[in-house]
């Protein structure tokens, strides 16, 4: 059991460099989630996805994009970086039965510099 | 979401019992009480979670005030292993899962 997966771990881009995040879990889990964390701060919901199928937007979705490609890949998209997304990218996926518990189990995170 | 109120920072000796505060003043009835924490370089981890009473695990215990405008999370014994960033969320039943992260406190933890 692996768990969650996030690929790559470290990228260097350019502004204005396009390049995808790609995250798995092995858990069967419903809902996948990406987060940002940029430096002293807690994490921040970039867009999430309850079921395969269907996405939707967190607390700061503008400049990424994500696709739900089947209930073990979430991946994330940055169509033109900025350096303002220079940050580390986490990934998360939780079971949604029963609803009372809710863990969510986190990936590795990717490190991301945008010059 | 309902916002939490945590320390910036604390610190602990080795071996010895933490109690991290959280304060939830705004909490509401369908707000369950989730602790996570952050080692250095890692993603965040589950710690423990409630609603209205105490509840332990292998990991901590989660102390919750009668009117539940407070937690705490306990910590038995503290190891250099403990040292990270806590983070205490409100989680409201039945919104899709999402966890808003504040800042949390960083605990250090001396030999």
Same mark, same amino acid.
């Given at each position: ?115 | ?30 707000? /369950?009480?989730?602790?996570? @924490?952050?080692?250095?370089?890692? &993603? ?5 979670? $409630?609603? =209205?009473?105490? !509840? ?29 960033? /806590?983070?205490?969320?409100? @989680?409201?039943?039945?919104?899709? &899962? ?5 800042? $949390?406190? =960083?605990?250090? !933890?001396?030999?």
């Amino acid at each position: 059991n692996a768990g969650v997966t996030q690929t790559p771990k470290f990228q260097v881009l350019k502004t204005g460099q396009s390049m995808t995040l790609q995250c798995a879990q092995d858990m069967n889990h419903n809902s996948m989630y990406w987060y940002r964390q940029d430096p002293g701060m807690g994490l921040r919901l970039i867009y999430y996805s309850a079921s395969e199928g269907t996405t939707d937007k967190g607390e700061v979705p503008n400049g990424y994009n994500v696709s739900r490609l089947n209930k073990r890949e979430f991946s994330l998209r940055l169509e033109s970086a900025a350096p303002s997304q220079t940050s580390v990218y986490f990934c998360a996926s939780r079971h949604d039965y029963p609803l009372k518990h809710n863990e969510q189990f986190f990936g590795p995170g990717t490190r991301l510099t945008v010059l | 979401d309902a916002k939490t109120t945590q320390p910036n920072s604390m610190e602990s000796n080795e071996e010895e019992p933490v109690h991290l505060p959280c304060n939830h003043s705004t909490i509401s009835g369908t707000d /369950y009480i989730h602790w996570y @924490r952050q080692l250095p370089s890692q &993603g965040p981890e589950y710690v423990i979670h $409630g609603l =209205t009473s105490n !509840v332990n695990n292998r990991m901590a215990s989660l102390a919750i005030a009668e009117d539940r405008k407070s937690s705490t999370l306990i910590l038995h014994r503290a190891t250099l292993r403990d040292a990270a960033v /806590y983070y205490c969320i409100l @989680r409201r039943i039945g919104n899709t &899962g999402k966890l808003i992260f504040g800042q $949390g406190t =960083t605990l250090q !933890v001396k030999p």
